[in-house]
């Protein structure tokens, strides 16, 4: 907290009023109650007067005094108020506590602005750095997850670095981006992706706020509402996270002060599926090796069990010899293979490349032949010889140093993340450099800069529909993975051939291991950030400052296909080359007064001019020349597939105007006026304001005594937004040349773009009205802080699908109206607080949003996309946010499902629809702290109910009879419904006019093959209720005691034992999956949302961390 | 004095922080011109993009499609669509190549004087958008690609499938208008004619008789016809046919569809071929079917072994007509007079690579890519085959095509004008055999063109005996013509020379689905194809509507596409099992 507190100073500073000499002088040194040290910065008045003053750096301070009487007032933000009779004394030292009253004293809020949280008419939330760091989680988004109520987190995959999303209070963006805007140490920072929104291949791309290292965030704050984020202009709709690094901690300890963190942690898979491990690979309860679904015979060890519990004749054996003879009346085979094996499955794919997997068989007729040896049938632990142990390492060095005047930080972290698959890695180093001070001429500077260098490596393992659906995930790891026959034992047999390292598999797919080894991707990326700020108070009421910087990094990918696979027999290799710079400038007035003793003023008027600049370059290159050498140059055909540039500014003028009455009725009033030049020149320029409201009670009127604080607030505002660039006009596409075979040349090639754009193109505003009151009784021991918020986003500026009869997919629009309405509950409670120190804290986040389409344009709907045509997210009129859109089986109108009396299954209905609603009914982080000594056990538990999603895995283990609940298949089954005609999708009736009960029986295989439950039936069989309740994070932690410390060289040492993700629970999901619903279908800026299509599975992890100061 | 240095120096330094911001072109809003895409393309660059966007369509999808209607392809041979089936092709068609032929046209328009492009675009036009209607019946058409115009349309109606049709003609005649004109502009982007305005004139004659006969059912076309014939500028000569030849670079992909599907991959990724065609053209002795159909293993399959078992065709019916070639006896006493045991090595090793399937056999689909047949030579340009082998691998020459309006097409339409409509032929041939035989030495000599490049065909296929060494003994294709010639039905019923005549085209126009479908829907011919083995719908007189387009624009029609009621209006007979 003190850290927090020491972040006043500056602000403070603005309002020191000049010293009158007077009849003598008094002198002291004001120091934390806490912890003994000096407090730099605090107000020191004498009453009833405006003489006063603040203490040094070291706490020091003097005052000149008249020269009998008098009363000192010693004040700081987020301490208690004292006062003190000066009497006769001439020193007079003070030990000042905390106000226990005000659980977050200060907050930064848009623009950098520090205020007082009791008089913010808008809810703020704010996380420490030991509320980040040291959480076992590399990446700043996850490691926030739980801890806010509002703030939606969800991490993509279990791939080391993959992209995280996060949304606060909803999604206010149809088709647009719904992150919220970063601002590091003041200055925006890019968190693209710069995927490719397709839902096949590459999901362990990162999302760049992954160059933030969590051990290196001084505080976190994250602006809500529209009220408190308005003033960052247009990219402030979806809220804003405002993070202070380290580097620009604005003071430090007197002397040096040298820190290291460090941590271990391991990390496994989180959670495998239960798997039957009764039936071979094939199909209708005969064996074959080739096929990939385990519908085949069972394994040796239940033939017998079978046999006797129904009456069949498995046999123990999978294969017969080439002089075999069926004799169909004994049911017999002459030349059978051994008991309990197979023609091995390699060698029938590649006779005799692999010598081992020959056997020379003697024929009846006394002749030799090569064939397949025999292979063992068993059950093969797939996943879990697949699967590694990964692991991440953390180190970190912060240095700081402060003096009277100035102060620097300076350090560097580096972390290194293995994942839980072969060549899956990250790493991270920052460097860091920041220092601030006052020059001698009374001008106030300060400055930092930090270099990131973050290394992504991973085979091809995104998200992946497998190949049979759509083609696309081919070449990925998780295409196959999970659905691999029980039987085949991935991990032991052979998977690249001996001689040119091509793919063996036992059939035409890639191997997840032969993958795994050859065909990754890695991303480099470089990052500079940095700014300056320098300010100086013209009058004792007028300061000016200036703030600009510079973020900008250099992204280089490679993703690399060795030739000898499957899905790109020739192999290729891709090149994409990212760059990214944004300059930001903010030219800031601040005018402040108090008008009389109980009113005071505060204006602030500022500028602000914003460039972005981007560019990308894809180079593909085809048909790898030698395997040995993976470069673009080392192919035979290139394609130079992207050179793209995109430049965008935008310039604000803002105004944030506060009162303040009696320290107890706060009014802020806020305006900003952008022009962007992404709107259509001469209209391109908007509007927006807002108002808030903080009346603190408890300090208006006299409170029964239980009640300790009560706050109310209320605020409206409106934040406009502008446009992606170039979408005003309607431009053409080359295509790529075309080379006949016929004449001579090649032929170039054009289409008119298929997006209509807009020239009277409008921003988009959302309006957002906030109300919400804090409180806290019974001496502190409950805290509550509840948000009801209303806002609805209109003029959406929307890439709507219109008709491709208009010769267009899309057009530009600003369209229709959504809006997002919820609750905020943060309860914070403390059920028991002993003198022996013992401490339990409990914090509850609570977090409830309904969402809605109220408008979504002319044909009232947008059709996101997803993995099919008519399979995806879509938006629609009355219903929430991205519902997930796809087939389902025809019902009468009773609901019962109808069946084709042919075939014994369900059928489709003509036309898809709404078939889930992905949206969480709630979500609660419940955060359980419990100290004693120095001891510090601390477990987050998450809970998330609903939000539908829909599982490719699901119905890939279904389809292909892995899971443990598909076992019982000997007997014949009757789907529930009623028999239907598809030529009228109604029920068909019998001669009285009663609907028909379906009675034509259908085998277990049937039943998950075509139009039944599993891939290939209709997509609603595979939605699933993704209710979650895990452990996410669980600490246990021991800071050494003053009196050990005393005799080493360390201020402070702490160790500490971390798990995350240790448990979950998702009880609606099919059963024994196992799946952690947490998982995103595309990367992390995609609209589309609720599907789970195979990707790396999220991991638990555990380890330690040791963290010292000298 | 403080007070004064405090004041200039802090002017100073705003000054100095404004002035050096705004001395760059931060402040400089406009740059909002997309630098990565042009505002403008030339009609060349449209013209090529059509033709080889429409090629793969019509290559792809709806000739796969309607190829398995007529049961040489599995595909979609069980009917069974929803709105999602033709979603991504209506989508991609109406967004992409239809709609940059409408901006080809509406540009040569614009740019006046004009008339060489504009004619391509009116014939290409009265091409696709007639072959919209075969599909769809009626489409978006005359409000259709206005999302951009003045007063933007974005609910298009849909037009008469019968109006459609008749503007198409009209747009005919406005072609041949304009290619008689004299133009200083010379056509470039001319896939398929270079720009030789001769052969568009012939193409444009040519598909106004195509759309003549294909509504002979409905209109009184005979007049038309006549004066077409008579006329004598039709496309009567191979060197004149309407074809696309894709391209064999392996990147960008645009090669032949079934090419990318047979040889692409590592390995054949090809669905089947229709049992019943492969059978009879063997038993015909038919000498384009080394060029038609590639044999990829020799072994036979074991019924004893549990997993070869499942893997035979048709292994989960009873009810196959052909099933498994190599152990039907019917199959083999018909083709080799003896049962599957007494067949030679070489006849069993021959027949174990016809492997494909019967009409709409459900069976599931076990591990057999690399046994099953694959597109040969022609028209795809995969492997000729002299020997079984693997597909996958880019094998074979890639030079694949797509015939859309061929002579042998235009002498069918003939025959079939002067059954029917007693058009008088003579102009082309001095009679029905001769101008069948006619329309068969141009086909055959097609696929001994395409099928024999970059392969090592023997030519003449009397060799072929010494050659190669198939069990198979192959007429040439002079015998077969013979034989064919020789049994038509002269003095038959209209009915009996018409069904003669479609069955051959039937194996003529392997290769483009489109026109066998088309002329089923007209004809109910042939009537010979096998019953399909399962029925889960009834036979598609249409494909449906895209469901997209059902969501998005109101004034789409809800029709049953399998529903009497849903027959395009040239469509009398409305077929059915």
Known sequence: ?1110 | MKKLYRKGLAAFLSLTLLFSVSSCDIFDLDVNTDPNNPSEAAVDLLLANVLSDMSSSLAGGFNGTSTGFMAQTTASDDFNFSNASWNGTWNFLYSGPLKDLNELVLAAEAQGNNPRYLGIGQVLKAYYFSTMVDFFGDVPYTEAFQGDADSPIKEPAYDDDAAIYADCLSLLDKAIANFALTSTVAVKGDLIYNGNMTRWRKLAKTMKLRLLLQTRNVSDVAGQIQALVTEGDLITSSADDFQYEFPTAITPDFRHPWYQAAYAGGEAGFSYFGHQFMYEMLLNGDPRFPFYFHRQTTNVLNPDDPTDKQTIPCSQRTDCTYGYFVLNPNITNALFGSDPDGLSSSEEAYLAGIFGRDRADPSGIPNDNPIRTIPGSYPSGGVFDATAGSGGGNRGSSVGFFPMLTSWMTKFYLLEASITLGTDISKVAASETALLNSALTDQMNKVWDFGSRGQSVAADESTWGTVYSWPVTFKTRAALRAEVIAAYPTGGTPNARLAYVLKQAWFANFGNGIEQYNAFRRTGLPADIQTPLQLPRQFALRFPYAQDELNLNSKTPVIIYDNPSAAVFWDTLKFQF
Not at chain 1, 395 to 424: C, D, H, W, Y
Request: with cysteine; glycine share 10%; hydrophobic share 35%.
């Open chain 1, 1 to 1110: 907290m003190k850290r927090i507190l020491l972040l006043c100073f500056m602000l403070v500073s603005v309002f020191v009023s000049e010293v009158w000499a007077q009849d003598r002088v008094v002198s002291g040194t004001i120091t934390s109650s806490d912890d003994g040290s000096s407090l730099p910065g605090v107000n020191v008045v004498l009453k009833g007067t405006t003489v006063g003053t603040i203490t040094d750096i070291d706490g020091n301070y003097k005052i000149s005094v008249p020269a009998a009487g008098g009363t000192l007032v010693f004040s700081f933000i987020g301490l208690t108020t004292q006062e003190s009779e000066i009497g006769a004394r001439s020193v007079i030292d003070v030990a000042m506590a905390s106000d226990v009253k005000q659980l977050t004293e200060v907050v930064v809020t848009a623009v950098g602005i520090e205020r007082e949280k009791k008089a913010l008419g808008y809810s703020v939330a704010n996380l420490s750095s030991d509320q980040v760091s040291q959480r076992a989680e590399p990446d700043p988004l996850r490691a926030m997850q739980g801890k806010m109520p509002g703030v939606n987190i969800t991490g993509g995959n279990g791939a080391p670095g993959s992209s995280t999303k996060i949304n606060i209070r909803g999604i206010s963006s149809m088709t647009g981006n719904s992150q919220p805007l970063f601002i590091v140490d003041g200055i925006p920072f890019d968190n693209s992706v710069n995927g490719d929104d397709q839902p096949g291949r590459n999901t362990v791309t990162s999302n760049r706020a992954f160059d933030i290292d969590p051990n290196n965030i001084e505080s976190i704050s994250i602006l809500k509402g529209a009220a408190a984020s308005a003033l960052y202009g247009s990219r402030a709709t979806n809220g804003v996270v405002v993070i202070t690094t380290k580097a620009s901690k604005k003071n430090t300890k007197k002397g040096m002060e040298i820190s290291y963190n460090g941590s271990v942690n391991w990390q496994e898979i989180s959670g495998i599926p239960d798997y039957q491990d009764v039936y071979t690979q094939g199909s209708n309860q005969v064996y074959n090796g080739g096929f990939i679904g385990n519908w085949g015979a069972p394994m040796p060890d239940y033939v017998d069990k079978i046999n006797a519990q129904y009456g069949t004749n498995y046999k123990k054996y999978y294969g017969v010899y080439p002089d075999n003879v069926y004799d169909p009346v004994t049911d017999t085979d002459s030349h059978p293979y051994p008991n309990g094996t197979a023609p091995n499955p390699i060698n029938n794919r590649y006779p005799g490349l692999f010598p081992e997997f020959v056997q020379e068989y003697t024929m009846e007729d006394g002749s030799t032949r090569n064939v397949s040896a025999p292979y063992q049938i068993q059950p093969h632990d797939i996943i879990g010889g697949f699967f590694e142990r990964g692991r991440v390492v953390e180190n970190g060095v912060t240095l700081s140093s402060g003096s009277e005047k100035a102060s620097i930080n300076t350090g560097f972290s580096r972390m290194n993340q293995e994942g839980i698959i072969p060549n899956q890695t990250v790493d991270r180093t920052t460097l860091f450099f920041g220092g601030n001070g006052q020059l001698d001429n009374g001008v106030f500077v300060s400055g930092t800069v930090n270099y990131v260098n973050t290394n992504q490596v991973s085979p091809q393992s995104g998200a992946s529909a497998f190949n049979d659906y759509y083609g696309g995930g081919g070449g990925s790891i998780f295409a196959r993975l999970f659905y691999l026959p029980r039987n085949f034992d991935l991990n032991g047999l052979p998977f690249e051939h001996p001689v040119d390292g091509s793919n063996i598999f036992y059939r035409a797919l890639d191997n997840p291991r032969w993958i795994a080894k050859n065909n990754l991707y890695e991303s480099n990326v470089n990052r500079v950030y940095g700014n300056i700020t320098a300010g100086y108070d013209v009058t004792e009421w007028f300061n000016v400052t200036f703030k600009g910087g510079v973020n900008t990094y250099h992204e280089f990918r490679r993703d690399v296909i060795r030739p000898g696979g499957i899905f790109f027999p020739t192999g290729g290799v891709t090149t994409d080359d990212i760059e990214n710079t944004e300059q930001d400038y903010n030219l800031i007035m601040t005018f402040s007064k108090d008008i009389n003793e109980d009113l005071s003023f505060r204006a602030l008027v500022g500028m602000n001019a914003n460039q972005r600049q981007y560019s990308r370059r894809t180079i593909g290159g085809a048909n790898v020349i030698t395997a040995s050498l993976l470069k673009t140059n080392a192919t035979s055909t290139q394609i130079v597939a992207r050179d793209y540039d995109r430049l965008r500014r935008l310039i604000g003028v803002y105004s944030d105007i506060s009162l303040s009455y009696k320290d107890f009725l706060f009014l802020n009033v806020v305006g900003r006026n952008d022009w962007s030049s992404t709107l259509p020149q001469g209209a391109n320029n908007y509007f927006y304001p807002g108002a808030s409201l903080s009346f603190v009670l408890s300090d208006a009127v006299t409170m029964p005594s239980f009640i300790n604080f009560a706050k109310l607030r209320v605020a409206q505002t409106k934040v406009g937004r502008d446009a992606d660039p170039y979408q005003v006009r309607t431009v053409y596409g080359l295509g790529l040349p075309i080379a006949s075979p016929r004449y001579s040349g090649t032929f170039n090639t054009a289409s008119l773009g298929n997006t209509l754009g807009n020239a009277a193109l409008k921003p988009e505003f959302t309006d957002e009205f906030e109300v919400g009151a804090e409180a806290r009784v019974l001496n502190n021991i409950i805290g509550l802080d509840v948000t009801y918020f209303s806002r609805s986003s209109t003029d959406q500026i929307a890439s709507a699908a219109v008709a491709r009869s208009t010769g267009f997919t899309q057009e530009i629009v600003n369209i229709g109206e959504l809006t997002n309405k919820g609750w905020e509950i943060g309860l914070d409670v403390t059920p028991v607080k002993l003198s022996n120190s013992f401490t339990w804290n409990s914090y509850f986040a609570f977090t409830k949003i309904k969402s809605e389409i109220v408008d979504a344009g002319p044909t009232g709907e947008i059709f996101i996309g997803g993995a099919g045509s008519t399979f995806g997210t879509i938006h629609r009129n009355g219903a929430p946010y991205g519902q997930i859109f796809g087939t389902s089986n025809a019902r009468d109108d009773e609901g019962t499902l109808l069946i084709d009396k042919n075939t014994g299954l369900p059928f489709p209905t003509q036309t898809s629809g709404i078939i889930g609603d992905p949206n969480p009914d709630f979500t609660l982080g419940w955060t359980n702290t419990f100290s004693f000594k120095g001891v510090t056990l601390k477990a987050l538990i998450d809970w998330k109910q609903g939000g539908d999603f829909y599982s490719f895995t699901a119905a890939s283990l279904m389809l292909r009879g892995q899971l443990q609940n598909s076992v019982d298949r000997e007997g014949l089954r009757v789907v529930p419904g009623v028999y239907g005609s598809n030529q009228t999708y109604e029920a068909v009736l019998d001669e009285n006019g009663n609907k028909i009960r379906n009675t034509t029986p259908i085998t277990a295989f049937d039943s998950h093959f075509s139009n039944g439950w599993g891939a290939y039936g209709q997509d609603e069989v595979n939605v699933y209720d993704g209710t979650v309740i895990r452990l996410r994070e669980l600490s246990l932690g021991y800071s050494l005691p003053k009196s050990i410390l005393e005799n080493t060289p360390f201020g402070r040492a702490s160790i500490s034992l971390t798990g995350r993700n240790l448990w979950f629970n998702a009880p609606n999901v099919l059963e024994g999956l196992n799946l952690d619903p947490e998982q995103l279908t595309t990367t992390a800026d995609s609209n589309q949302q609720g599907f789970e299509y195979g990707s790396t599975p999220t991991t638990r992890r555990y380890g330690f961390n040791v963290s010292l100061s000298f």
